[in-house]
């Protein structure tokens, strides 16, 4: 059990006292950043940086050099485990990830199968306890997995989409295939947590990408009941520590009560919703990530400032807040632009925390 | 001034009683029908029906002669107005609307002026009349725009989009620019809907496409905001009826009570929001329109039954529903599913409205 030098993350996500808002970027390890594209480019491609430790472990590590971060998170891609079950993931040049065999036929659904971590996903396994040690106890590593309903859309639709025409389509005309699809995939996901959980992950969090797209009754229905599955599921100790899970719903601002109630210990907001607002819906009952714009790192320092301090105000007094995105971090993101971001979280912040 | 044989509509708008809930479709007139595609083919393209009053007409007139629709909607397209500033739209095969003069430099910027619709708009004008002409008092007609918003997304990014980093850059990094464009912009939506209630329009629509990719603070500042100036600048009543305007951001359920206060009649909801819920939000001061997520016309006439008996249920007793569409109808729509959901409509209504 090694001791960490800064658990500020881990402690602001279970709303103990800390001395300023914690910080970290969804996609902070990525092409924004030079060092990044050099790795990427010595790997061959996005899939050879995510199955190869060594590189996983190089590139989730940069962004902690660069800037003063207060988590890592494993580089990998959401949609390992459907890859694991065989669809057969391939990133086309330019474009979103997309499955070579998306589930078209009754008998493909009926015949898919709960993936066993230790399988095909060993490399992502690996690359957790490559990057702890790695680590060596300087801030904690978070472990990810897509949700159920995420990892269903590429699956069902082939690819990423705007429309989701035929999940949908199969929601309402055969929901019973779709529920299988996501307890196969909820149950999958749970022992892809907790493994990763148990090579070294000091906190999980569930991407919940495409939630947003659903009905009110539908979200709970198809994405949040299988997450909360999830999250009733999960190792909740590890070395003698909580360890803590975020559920991030991108669009899903409207239903954050009905997410409160899962038994999750944090949720990520997107940027729609103001935070101050969000902490008095859903009361004591969760720790708050996020939610700036990230399209504002952009902009310039000062605005940039601004409105993190805007963000810092609305949550107000007292712990529970991790300052992320609301969502990944774009390509075109000047780095030192993102530097300025995490310095104003730590400069502002503490006032809060007095 | 023509005697209206169906106002359902108008009076549902105004929340006045009725005998059953009136229902018509966003993108009624459209691709989901063989009758469409074979005059869109004799147009040659979108825009050749578009600037055609002849077959904006016959389009337009088109679902009316399948369905007992409750309403009429003017064909034509959200960016007819950057249009006619002289941005050049057009429609690249198999891909979205785009601008060949994108603004790009200030100087675009600051020369951009209000448009006239009696000039380069006179071909909408023209389908507004007479296509009012052709109904013949059997359904209202609804005229409609974009919103600033939405029409400035494509201006400055010169397509759709899903990051929206061009326009969000400047409204972070130059927001006095981008406001120069929302004001020019809305004055000139404000003449062109009066130029179609003028024209015969009986109620007017402002599309809100890209709102809700907005922070809470930014939609109110650079979205909302505009909205409301055009709500106050519209004619408001015309033939000695009260012409009702409804405003419909996409992916905005969240704001509800923000988009309550601007004065509008009545609010487009998408899918995500129950709509029960958002009646209890907004109160008395508007009428609701929406909100069955265009996908489940995909699946069987039974799951469409019961979806559209959800929504008339969750509404709940009295005036103020108009039912539509969450979005526009998809071109993968059966129509006897379209049908299958009016019908439903019609007749699961009644109760509500005892």
Request: net charge negative.
């Amino acid at each position: 059990m090694s001791h960490l030098k800064n658990d500020t993350f881990l402690r602001a996500l279970l709303r103990q006292p800390t001395e300023y808002t914690p910080v970290w970027m969804m996609r902070q390890a990525g092409r924004y950043l030079p060092e990044y594209n050099q790795t990427r480019k010595r790997a061959g491609s996005f899939l050879g940086l995510c199955k190869n430790p060594d590189y996983a472990t190089e590139v989730t590590l940069q962004p902690l050099a660069r800037f003063p971060l207060d988590a890592a998170i494993l580089f990998s891609d959401i949609l390992t485990v459907p890859d694991a079950m065989g669809l057969g993931l391939y990133f086309a040049e330019g474009e979103g990830p997309k499955f070579e065999r998306p589930l078209r036929e009754e008998w493909e659904i009926r015949d898919l199968t709960v993936t066993d971590p230790a399988g095909n996903l060993s490399y992502v396994i690996d690359a957790v306890s490559q990057i702890r040690k790695a680590l060596d106890g300087s801030v904690p590593l978070i472990g990810f997995s897509g949700s159920p309903w995420t990892l269903a859309t590429y699956m069902i639709e082939g690819q990423g989409g705007t429309d989701f025409l035929k999940i949908k389509q199969m929601a309402y005309a055969r929901p019973d295939l779709l529920h299988h699809v996501l307890d196969v995939t909820a149950q999958s996901v749970i022992l892809y947590l907790n493994a990763q959980i148990e090579a070294g992950a000091q906190a999980v969090m569930i991407f919940d990408s495409w939630g947003g797209a659903l009905s009110h009754a539908a979200y709970r229905e198809f994405s949040l009941q299988y997450m909360q599955k999830i999250v009733a599921g999960l190792t909740k100790e590890r070395e003698g520590r909580r360890v803590p899970n975020i559920v991030f719903t991108k669009g899903g601002a409207l239903w954050l009560e009905a997410q409160a109630a899962i038994g999750a210990d944090a949720l990520g907001l997107d940027w729609t919703v103001d935070i101050g607002d969000a902490r008095r819906r859903v009361g004591e009952k969760v720790a708050l990530q996020g939610n700036l714009d990230p399209a504002i790192l952009l902009s310039t320092p000062e605005a940039i400032e601004k409105e993190v301090g805007n963000i810092l105000a609305s949550y107000g007094k007292g712990s529970g807040h991790v300052f992320n995105l609301g969502h990944g971090i774009t390509q075109f993101t000047p780095p030192e632009n993102a530097g300025a971001m995490i310095e104003a979280v730590h400069h502002l912040s503490k006032k809060y925390h007095q």
